[in-house]
DNA sequence: CTAGGGTTAG
């Protein structure tokens, strides 16, 4: 048996299963009830890397005249990670004789689908069966409903676990984390290493992503120290993650500083990582020497590298640059996706450049998809094209984008040129339609301490207080001339929602907290779930001016650094 | 013999 076991093994080609399978055949072992050599041969096939391989594993389950339990799983595990996870629950429903395993590997397949309703259907049939203490299956059940979205039952799974191991601690923070619940995430991370569990490199990687995610600098150096102490930076994924936490932080060269001293070697994600860094930090100088750099070295660079890399001339306005890097692409045999078409876009859409990147857009062999459409509105609406607006806003209204932002932009083109009527129009289709607005929310760090703020909140403890400093820096501002940019539209539409007066967004209350809470001398820093809005981007710059505070903002796309009331990004945003 | 948790992205 060993040995077929290591023949199988070594079978590199199709051509090779066959001969194996034959010679199964003419010794009868291919349709016993029960044939080891066979499911061997089943599960090598079906967990082959190569795309053809599957198939053919699904053909041979066929002829098999009795499977057992152990076939039909060798066939679903391969199809749980194959190119169609659905494949495998379908397949699920044919198997007589499940057992654990059977489950284990549906479960993998349901997360993968992300489909809740079969996953809580498998997770019925664990308790029918009382496998519910199995802690292999816990924990992928906690996976599974976490990466479908329930994370509600992903804790009530992992509540009901009787003895935990670290794997199944770690599926629920890697799931809160994922699953934008970063405090929450952070909070069982501090919970696990309290109650004495001990800690490895993926429970670090799930706090990591929670700190980068809520910008929480204290509790990532907290994270750090312990990766330091645990000598757990001799994994590159670790080192990876601490990167990215200090430039989500704002602390780019703290990342830098990682990256220069790091003893394991750089992956293609290390750099990126720090690529992106710089790029989101608008230092496009620094981004591209180290592109340079990493050509030099054995590293391949991928897609993920000359979309950092196209980012970082997006933030610094480098256009020929940008332009370059994505004309050399192709030649240096990296596959562009339509976020590489979608950062050339608005590259060229934010330098007036209107018709190249409508040009673009016509010429890709792949979908535009709603993101690029949106940048071309954007651009539309700073350049006042109202031709091309209102054809993007046709597209984007045909993907069946409802999202507020893609009304106002188009409303804001027609009223700079004072086209009242479709102004009007535009708000009647937007009262029509269901239109989606996306609460923006900031955060701060006080003290460790993470404050969340939303636009025109009023349950923060001190709120009075930060009101009153809102008042009064309403006042100093306007001494400097200060005039609120309530554009006709946003001056229309928000007399229903008081919630959204430019006054009070979210991020005008974060930084007045931040005033009232920083001590001098330290940066105020907030960051954003949206892109900051003009209207706050002007106040914050007089703010860093007349209280001569130094604040940093980081928005969804990259860090605004406000000093003596400028701003790092030049207004080039 | 065969099972679980993981870093970068407009």
Redesign the pocket.
């Known amino acids: 048996m060993a040995f077929m076991?290591s023949i199988i093994q070594k079978c590199t080609t199709l051509s090779h299963i066959k001969q194996v399978q034959a010679h199964l055949l003419t010794t009868g072992q291919f349709n016993l009830r029960i044939s080891?050599s066979r499911?061997?041969l089943l599960?090598h096939c079906a967990l082959s890397p190569s795309p053809a391989y599957l198939p053919y594993a699904a053909h041979i389950h066929r002829h098999i005249p009795h499977p057992s339990?152990?076939d039909f799983?060798?066939l679903l595990?391969g199809l749980a990670?194959g190119p169609h996870p659905t494949h495998a629950l379908t397949f699920l429903s044919t198997i007589l004789h499940p057992?654990?395993?059977t489950?284990?590997?549906s479960?993998?397949a349901s997360?993968r689908a992300l489909a809740l309703s079969e996953t809580s259907q498998i997770h019925s049939h664990l308790l029918r069966r009382g496998?519910h203490a199995?802690?292999?299956?816990?924990?992928?059940l906690?996976?599974a409903y976490?990466?479908c979205g329930d994370l509600d039952s992903a804790q009530r799974v992992f509540d009901e676990i009787p003895l935990?191991?670290?794997?199944?601690?770690?599926?629920l923070?890697?799931?809160l984390?994922?699953g934008s619940k970063s405090s929450e995430a952070l909070a069982l991370f501090n919970r696990m290493r309290a109650e004495g569990e001990k800690?490895?490199?993926?429970?670090v990687?799930?706090a990591?992503?929670a700190c980068?995610q809520l910008g929480a600098l204290r509790a990532g150096e907290g994270v750090h120290a312990c990766v330091r102490k645990m000598d757990l930076d001799i994994?590159?994924?670790?080192?990876?993650?601490v990167i990215?936490m200090y430039?989500?932080c704002g602390f780019a060269d703290k990342g830098f500083r990682v990256f220069s001293t790091m003893t394991c070697g750089k992956?293609?994600?290390?750099?990126?990582?720090m690529i992106?860094a710089f790029?989101?930090h608008g230092d496009g100088c620094r981004a591209l020497e180290l592109f340079e750099e990493m050509g030099k070295t054995q590293v391949e660079m991928?897609?993920?590298?000359y979309?950092?890399v196209?980012?970082a001339c997006?933030?610094a306005g480098l256009v020929e640059e940008g332009v370059r890097l994505f004309d050399e692409m192709v030649g240096r045999g990296v596959n562009r996706?339509?976020?590489?078409?979608?950062?050339v876009?608005?590259l060229l859409g934010r330098a007036g450049r209107l018709g190249e990147a409508y040009r673009i857009i016509n010429s890709m062999p792949i979908v535009?998809?709603?993101?690029?459409w949106?940048?071309l509105l954007g651009a539309c609406k700073t350049y006042g094209n109202v031709e091309m607006a209102e054809m993007a806003s046709r597209k984007l209204v045909e993907m069946g984008s409802n999202s507020c932002g893609d009304f106002v932009l188009l409303s804001n083109v027609y009223a700079a040129r004072e086209r009242w009527e479709d102004v009007g129009r535009v708000r009647e289709a937007m009262k029509s339609r269901d239109v989606r607005k996306v609460p923006g929310f900031s955060y701060i760090e006080v003290e460790g301490v993470i404050h969340k703020f939303v636009n025109g909140d009023q349950s923060h403890p001190d709120w009075r207080e930060i009101y009153a400093k809102l008042d009064e820096i309403r006042f100093r501002i306007k001494a400097f001339g200060y005039v609120a940019e309530t554009s006709l539209v946003l001056h229309d539409i928000g007399e229903e929602d008081k919630e959204n007066a430019l006054c009070h967004h979210s991020e005008k209350l974060a930084v007045a907290f931040g005033l009232i809470s920083t001590s001098e001398g330290t940066p105020i820093r907030v960051n954003k779930n949206l892109r900051i809005c003009g209207d706050c981007h002007v106040v914050i710059k007089l703010i860093s001016k007349i209280y001569d505070q130094e604040i940093i903002v980081r928005d969804?796309?990259r860090f605004h650094r406000f000093k003596d009331g400028s701003c790092s990004c030049r207004d080039y945003w």
């Open positions: 076991d080891p499911t061997r599960e339990t152990n799983n060798a595990r990670r057992d654990a395993l489950f284990s590997f479960l993998i997360a496998c199995d802690i292999l299956l816990g924990t992928t906690i996976d976490a990466k935990r191991d670290v794997a199944a601690w770690n599926a923070i890697a799931g984390a994922q800690i490895n490199e993926i429970s990687l799930g990591l992503a980068s994994n590159v994924q670790v080192c990876n993650a990215d430039a989500k992956s293609v994600v290390t750099w990126n990582t992106m790029a989101m991928d897609s993920v590298t979309l950092a196209l980012c997006n933030h996706n339509v976020k590489h078409y979608g950062s876009v608005d535009p998809d709603v993101v690029l949106q940048s969804r796309a």
